[in-house]
């Protein structure tokens, strides 16, 4: 078990300290499994903070944050891939999940108010560095793939909202 964590704090220091060794190093296939394990013990962490923090009241988040996290990452990187190919991505899925599960390490601070917003922009840049270096583009590309790929999110969660607004009738204010 101490190995094991050990395995996973190196691995977390490395993405956050040197994310362009990282990802230049980072093997592009061997499977899902040691990304989505690493990506679900960020998870953990911080649904455990999250319990801390709200004394208790976020204990869900320590069960329902892994499996939000794995079916999220698969998603992302899908959407990811599409923007890279877009953009003249050589990359492939597996490769972009591993981005897209190690660039999720920001998560560990995801409980703390006001801090889990400065870690969300350093994902966005893990995510940038990992799109780079697994679809060889240029750093402007990988920004353009990353940026294709928020708007696109934010699109669809401003459809299901008027969509929602229509079904309900209810409009806030």
């Known amino acids: 078990m101490a190995g ?5 704090y190196e691995t977390g220091k490395k993405v956050i300290l040197k994310p362009g060794d990282f990802f230049k190093e ?27 923090i709200t004394l208790g009241v976020g204990f869900l988040a320590i069960i329902f944050a892994p499996i939000a996290v794995v079916i999220s990452i698969f998603l992302a990187a899908f959407l990811l891939l599409i923007c890279a190919k877009i953009v003249g991505g050589t ?48 750093t402007a590309k990988a920004i353009i793939a990353v940026a294709i790929a928020i708007a ?17 009738g209810y409009v806030p204010g």
């Open 91 to 138: 990359g492939t899925y597996e490769a972009t999940l591993r981005v897209a599960a190690y660039s999720n390490v920001v998560n560990i601070i995801g409980w703390i108010p006001i801090v889990s917003v400065l870690g969300s922009i350093y994902g966005l840049i893990l995510t940038v560095l990992g799109m780079k270096e697994v679809h060889s583009l240029t």
């Open 4 to 8: 094991f964590l050990r395995n996973y």
């Open 152 to 168: 696109i999110v934010f699109i669809v969660v401003v459809l299901l909202a008027i969509i929602g607004i229509g079904i309900t």
């Open 26 to 52: 980072m093997p592009t296939t061997g499977g899902y499994k040691d990304p989505l394990i690493f990506a679900i013990i960020t998870a953990v962490i911080m649904g455990v903070g999250l319990t801390v």
